[in-house]
Every structure is written in structure tokens, then in C-alpha cells.
């Protein structure tokens, strides 16, 4: 298995149904709940475990994720409000080392990622087949249209979920 990417890349070929972001947004809808439940039983101990060397600990993949869809969520709104917006990356990495990683429980992100996905699945939920066609510009990806784009951050949040599920199990947590 890679450990750096545990259930792959995220690939989507051809054009994206209405089922296809129907069952994304699903998937965003229950990340919370399955990420409070693998991580909540987690000691101290375990949450600084790297989940591969040289990788983030589990503590900061667990931060990290509220605050890519933060992100996603604004690069969305965005989109909707403005003319094919050219959006911002950062640099995640430097991030994931700034003290509130650290010194901030986790339960807090947990919480965090709970409120911001009710939020931002609302708001997918609510777009109409125009609205889920517009598109951003994105500096490594090019132009993305919002129904990849959900996609995309359903996959993110499964990719940095199974970081966690696959350290668990490989040390039998």
C-alpha cells in the first residue's frame, strides 16, 4: 500500500453526473462523524504518531482537514459570486507547523470540521446544474468546474481519513 496516498488519487474522467455529486456530497456530509469516531478514542501518544515517515502526524491531519475546506469552502463561494475567480493556494506544510497544530486539541478541529461541513454541503445541495457548471482557476490544477471540484474535496477528506484508519490498524489500535 503507498502510504501517502492510501486509496489512491483523486481521477475523474469524462463528464460528472448528478449522481456522482449527489453521492460526493454524501460522503462530505458523513466525514465529520467518521473522523470524530477513528480519532476520538486516540491517546495523546497515538495523535503524534507520523502515518508514514517523514508524513504529518495524526494531529496535524486532523487540523489540517477543516482547514483545506475552509478553503474549498471560500474557493466555492467564489466561484458562484465571481467570474471564473483565480483562486489562492497556500502552503499547507507550513501550516501544519504553526503552534495552534500543536497546542490546539483536536476536538476543537473535530468540532470545527462538523459546523464547517453542514455549511458547505448546504450550500452544495442548494446548486443547480449552471451554478455546479462554473468554473475557478486554480494555479496547479488550470481551470476546474465546482461539480469536479466537490469531487475532488469528497476525496480529500477520504485520502486524510484513511491516513488515520490505516495508522490504526497497521499498529492495531
Do not use: C
Amino acid at each position: 500500500m503507498d502510504l501517502r496516498y492510501p486509496i489512491g488519487r483523486f481521477s475523474h474522467p469524462g463528464p460528472v453526473t448528478a449522481a456522482e455529486v449527489e453521492g460526493w456530497i454524501a460522503e462530505m456530509a458523513a466525514l465529520p462523524d467518521e473522523m470524530r469516531r477513528v480519532v476520538s478514542p486516540l491517546t495523546q501518544a497515538q495523535l503524534d504518531t507520523r502515518y508514514r515517515p517523514g508524513g504529518w502526524t495524526l494531529r496535524q491531519v486532523v487540523h489540517h482537514v477543516p482547514d483545506s475546506h475552509l478553503n474549498s469552502y471560500i474557493r466555492f463561494k467564489w466561484a458562484l459570486t465571481e467570474e471564473e475567480p483565480a483562486i489562492k493556494t497556500y502552503f499547507e506544510e507550513r501550516w501544519a507547523l504553526l503552534e495552534d497544530y500543536r497546542l490546539v486539541p483536536v476536538e476543537a478541529s473535530l468540532d470545527f470540521l462538523a459546523a464547517l461541513h453542514l455549511k458547505l454541503t448546504t450550500l452544495l445541495r442548494s446548486l443547480d446544474p449552471d451554478q455546479l457548471s462554473r468554473t475557478l482557476l486554480h494555479p496547479e490544477l488550470g481551470r476546474v468546474r465546482l461539480d469536479w471540484y466537490v469531487g475532488f474535496y469528497a476525496w480529500h477528506g477520504r485520502h486524510h481519513l484513511a491516513h488515520i484508519t490505516t495508522t490504526v490498524e497497521r499498529h492495531g489500535w
